[in-house]
Structures are given as C-alpha cells and as structure tokens.
C-alpha cells in the first residue's frame, strides 16, 4: 500500500515570495490533515478536510494561507507571501475516519527555508 | 488551555532499562482517543500505540505499554527495556469531537529521549 506522498520535500524561497505544497493520501482515506511544525515543537493543526470539505481551519492564518481538496483527494497548500516565521516542516496525514482508533499516516513533510 | 502537555521537554535513558513519558490532557468530550507517536531525527512520524477512553484495558504494543489514568486525565507512554534506537522525540496526540472524519487531532509539545548505552 502506497504511504502519503508529499512534495517538495525542500524549499527556500525569500520571504514575500508564494510557495505550495502537495499532498497526496492514502487511497481512501476521507480525511486529510496539514500539520506545521515548527523546529523543536510538535505538530500544529493548520487545517483539516473530510473529503473536500474543511472541517476546521481556525489555525490557519487566512490572510497568508490557503488549502483546497478539490476533488477529494490530494490537496495543495499555499502561502503567499512567506514570511520568516513560516519557516518549518510542513507535515500532511491521513486517516481513513471510520474507526475510532484509526491512526493518522503521515507523509515525509515538506521542509520549507524562508530567507 | 493547553489540549495536550508533556512536562518533559527531554529525558535520558540507560539502554535496557524502562522509561515513562508523561502525558497530560484537557477535554470535556466523553468520547476520545489517546496516541502517542515517535519522530526519529529523520523527520518521519511513527505510530506507536492508542487507548481509546472507553478502553477497559491499558494499551499494549510490544514494549510499548499506556498507563492510562481516566481520572487523572493521564496517558503515559511506557517503554521497556530502552534500545539505542529508541532515541527519538515523542508525541502525544488526542483524538477528539464527534464521529468519523470530524475529530480533530491535537499533539503535544514532546518529549526527546536519549538511550544511553
């Protein structure tokens, strides 16, 4: 069974500049999760989809970032423009949300340098 | 209010010994879920273990045991008998909210063991 797959896994950019990530889920799984975490700290929750609908997003910086799923099932995240404390791995995780113990996959993250 | 609070940012282990990492959590949800997981330097995030709330019995996975206390809104990862390779941050992590696809996950802040030989 293929894992979630992340893309890039590295990017610098300089700040003021866009920046996406990609993420692809686990076949079949309805849910799909982007997680910062910034160096030294664990995951934060900026987002959260069940199919292609948000769940949650109140930690998601609106005026800088943007996530879609559009066809409910890989999903693109974006910020623009970057800022320095952007700087982190940016994690994407799936679940496949029918059981209660249903663990969360993870991808490899997306380690993100704004200079 | 934090969700989730491990009060060990880091901890040090002698190789074939046991260790308990702490995890503390906040929520008036009767239903949720517990998981802890592992993040070598590597970067990847590894599923170690999982009580659910209504669990009568403490979690097991191999050296992996959760010392679970409901009461006390306590979730501590055991490990025994430490390998070098168990070097690595841990997570906790809770499951939270209604049904399926709507429950929010939240993790903790971590705890980086150190396996000494």
């Known amino acids: 069974e293929a894992g979630v797959a992340q893309s890039p896994r590295y990017k610098i950019i300089e700040k003021r500049q866009s920046v996406a990530f990609w993420c692809n889920p686990i076949?079949?799984?309805?849910?799909l999760y982007w997680y910062q975490q910034i160096l030294g700290q664990g995951p934060k929750l900026l987002i959260q989809f069940q199919n292609n609908g948000v769940v949650d997003d109140s930690q998601l910086p609106k005026d800088r970032f943007s996530a879609e799923r559009l066809k409910g099932v890989d999903s693109t995240l974006k910020i623009q423009p970057a800022k320095l404390e952007d700087s982190a791995v940016y994690l994407c995780?799936?679940?496949?949300?029918?059981?209660?113990?249903?663990?969360?996959?993870f991808g490899s993250g997306t380690q993100l340098s704004v200079l | 209010a934090q969700k989730i609070t491990q009060t060990q940012p880091g901890m040090f282990v002698q190789e074939k010994e046991a260790v308990t990492l702490d995890c503390t959590y906040d929520t008036s949800d009767p239903s949720y879920g517990l998981f802890w997981y592992k993040q070598p330097s590597s970067g990847e995030m590894i599923f170690l273990i999982y009580?659910?709330?209504?669990?009568?019995q403490n979690a097991t996975e191999g050296r992996y045991s959760l010392n679970f206390q409901k009461a006390r809104k306590s979730a501590n990862l055991v490990i025994s008998a430490s390998q070098l390779g168990d070097s690595a941050m841990y997570f906790c992590a809770m499951r939270e909210g209604p049904g399926g696809g709507y429950q929010k996950v939240t993790f903790g802040t971590g705890t980086k063991l150190q396996v000494i030989p």
């Open positions: 009580q659910g709330s209504y669990d009568q």
């Open positions: 076949s079949g799984h309805a849910t």
């Open positions: 995780a799936s679940r496949h949300s029918v059981a209660a113990n249903e663990k969360l996959f």
